[in-house]
């Protein structure tokens, strides 16, 4: 979308400045330069930046300070035109004060949108603007400042395969739903949940984060004193079956780099409560959202390859696929451990069902077999963690700056790009990373095979890991 907009339309901006957006795919939050000119909101990257990575139209906007992040100095601004919400994180409570005014001024318009309800054909055409003729208003839309008509036409398949997935991604909410159960499992909530009162048994809670499909809570439990998460989610027809495979999965899976699973709840019938061991560390997005000032060095990058490598050699063995390999999914404890966490995306494999393609996940960290919709197994998430080294390398995963639809477009056709800084880091470094990334299924390893990599024998331990942790912290 932002590139419809020729320079003039933030030249001359009323309102400009730094402030911390959270991603609308990857829950992290990014410093961005923002600029507001006229009705209309950019923000880029950095701000001697040629073009903004992103644009908020802000005809009858809604703008208001909120608590929903847990972060201060926040606001939530919905805008209607788009049908999205932002939060945006200020330095201060005056400076975002400030800026709540200059959105509201820039409110201060109507727009209307037409609905459709038209039967397409869609055809590759050399005469349109888009390169296709016969596209849905909603596609056309989408496909308009990601994907150039030349690549298009030079790759037509691609792109309708991007736009259907995409769509069907923005119709089912924030990320695509996992197929059903296979057919072999006849289990139901009512084998998993403890029949107490979780209302009783836990308190003093406060929400340290959100999951795949809920919110997550830190409480103490009051019979032990232990400090416990809380996975919240709600109880719906159309996600009961996967609640019964995530909490099946993580019941089942006991290893110490696997989050444990304590307990589980129905509260109010309609609400299930997952209660899990803490990880006073956070995340590993965490740390990488203060990558300007901390930085991995290779050894630290290598133990959290290690310790993930771990959990999925056993995930695998279990002939499982987790499907949501990422640093948001990497929880950490204040000793340094490295533990894998939410399974609201992982598959169990059967001998009815020995491969998938069902397209889960999330769209940067996706292999291309995936995306594609071709049968898939363990290996996607081989293809994840290396997408998961780039951001601990760089502090983001490649193509971070488009829309999913254009990232999941070149992530097809153009593949992965090399590491901006090579000479930064070894050999092994290179090869497990290479290896990890291998676009040929057959060729790229299995999870057991690469924990013998060289590169691991350079991991750090625990006690060394620590120091990036806290220094996280203190820079957040």
């Not at 923000?43 to 990575?53: A, I, M």
């Not at 001024?105 to 005469?127: A, L, M, Q, R």
């Not at 400042?145 to 069907?168: D, H, M, R, W, Y």
Request: charged letters at 25%; glycine letters at 6%; one cysteine or more.
């Amino acid at each position: 979308m932002a590139a419809e907009y020729p320079p003039s339309s933030w030249a001359k901006p009323e309102k400009e400045g730094e402030l911390r957006k959270q991603g609308h795919v990857v829950k992290n939050w990014k410093k961005r330069w923002f600029r507001i000119q006229h009705d209309m909101l950019f923000y880029f990257k950095d701000r001697n930046d040629e073009r903004p990575v992103g644009v908020v139209p802000l005809r009858m906007c809604r703008v208001a300070e909120t608590n929903k992040t847990g972060k201060p100095f926040s606001i939530e601004l919905i805008s209607p035109k788009i049908s999205k919400t932002f939060f945006i994180q200020g330095s201060s409570k005056v400076e975002i004060e400030d800026w709540m005014k200059a959105l509201e001024k820039g409110s201060e318009y109507s727009c209307v949108g037409t609905p459709y309800n038209v039967e397409h054909k869609i055809h590759v055409d050399f005469n349109s603007t888009t390169g296709f003729s016969g596209l849905p208003a909603d596609w056309e839309a989408m496909l308009k400042g990601t994907i150039t008509k030349t690549e298009v036409l030079e790759n037509p398949e691609q792109a309708l395969s991007v736009l259907e997935f995409e769509s069907k991604r923005q119709k089912e909410g924030k990320v695509p739903v996992p197929g059903p159960l296979p057919e072999e499992t006849n289990a139901t909530l009512n084998d998993f949940i403890s029949r107490d009162d979780p209302t009783k048994s836990y308190k003093g809670m406060t929400k340290i984060g959100e999951g795949a499909a809920g919110e997550v809570f830190g409480a103490t439990n009051t019979k032990n004193g232990m400090k416990v998460a809380i996975k919240k989610m709600e109880i719906n027809n159309e996600n009961i079956k996967l609640l019964v495979t995530e909490i099946g999965i993580m019941k089942s899976s006991k290893h110490l780099n696997i989050v444990e699973y304590l307990d589980a709840y129905i509260v109010d019938d309609r609400e299930l409560w997952v209660v899990m061991e803490f990880m006073g560390g956070g995340c590993l997005t965490d740390v990488l959202e203060s990558f300007d000032s901390v930085q991995m060095t290779e050894p630290q990058i290598a133990y959290v390859a290690r310790e993930t490598l771990k959990s999925l050699a056993y995930v695998h063995s279990l002939h499982r696929i987790h499907r949501d390999i990422k640093s948001d999914n990497i929880l950490l404890s204040s000793d340094g451990l490295v533990k894998l966490a939410d399974f609201g995306y992982a598959a169990q494999l059967t001998n009815k069902q020995k491969v998938r393609n069902t397209v889960v996940g999330t769209p940067y960290w996706m292999a291309p077999e995936l995306i594609r919709g071709h049968d898939y197994g363990t290996k996607v998430d081989i293809w994840s963690l290396g997408i998961m080294l780039i951001e601990m390398a760089e502090g983001e995963p490649p193509y971070m700056e488009y829309p999913p639809l254009r990232a999941l477009f070149l992530i097809t056709t153009k593949g992965i790009p090399p590491l901006k800084d090579q000479a930064k880091w070894s050999r092994e470094f290179h090869d497990f990373f290479q290896k990890c990334l291998d676009v040929n299924v057959q060729t790229r390893p299995e999870a057991a095979e690469l924990l013998q990599h060289p590169f691991l024998l350079k991991s750090a331990t625990p006690e060394n890991f620590k120091p990036v942790i806290q220094a996280a912290r203190d820079a957040s």
